[in-house]
């Protein structure tokens, strides 16, 4: 079994939960367990879905304490997880950019106990700022004068 998120592809503990689910632990999308037939389904599913999931994760990892457990259809709760059908979870993806620019902004003040306290934007953050690749979030977050200068 690879070590690695099958939402994001990063470094995260894998373990088997249950008949056909695995348990991910990832610093970014959080601590996730995904059913076998969504791994499945996932599997086939392009890049740009995956981005954009790993993105919501991400935000959810920041705003909830809640686990999600990922399936194919159906919502509720299970032992300590959160059941989400990743498909309705997908719908929740920012519509424009002032959506994404209010949602990053939310996530910005979620990592910080207060206002005035310094959060150093990284390449590895870029999931909470919807973002493809850092570098303009970064760009936006020094014009802030909350990041790295």
């Known amino acids: 079994m ?3 998120c099958m939402i994001c592809g990063r ?9 056909d689910a695995l ?9 996730i367990a995904i059913a076998g037939r969504v791994q499945t389904a996932l599997l086939k599913e392009p890049q740009e879905v995956l ?17 999600l457990f990922l399936v194919g259809g159906g ?15 997908l719908k929740h993806y920012p519509r ?8 990053s902004l939310l996530n910005l003040s979620r990592m910080v106990s207060h206002p ?5 934007i990284t390449e590895d953050l870029k ?18 004068q909350i990041g790295d200068s």
Do not use: W
Not at 11 to 19: F, L, M, S, W
Not at 96 to 103: F, G, N, V
Not at 116 to 120: A, C
């Open 2 to 4: 690879e070590n690695k």
């Open 11 to 19: 470094e995260a503990t894998v373990r088997n939960i249950g008949a």
């Open 23 to 31: 348990l991910f632990k990832c610093s970014s999308c959080g601590e």
């Open 51 to 67: 981005s954009k999931l790993s993105r919501l994760l991400a935000e959810h990892r920041l705003e909830s304490n809640d686990k």
């Open 75 to 89: 919502e509720g709760r299970q032992k300590d997880f959160l059941l989400v059908d990743y498909k309705e979870l």
């Open 96 to 103: 424009d950019t002032a959506e994404i620019l209010d949602r």
């Open 116 to 120: 005035s306290h310094e959060i150093q």
């Open 127 to 144: 999931e909470v700022f919807f973002a493809e690749n850092g570098m303009p979030y970064y760009t936006f977050a020094v014009s802030l």
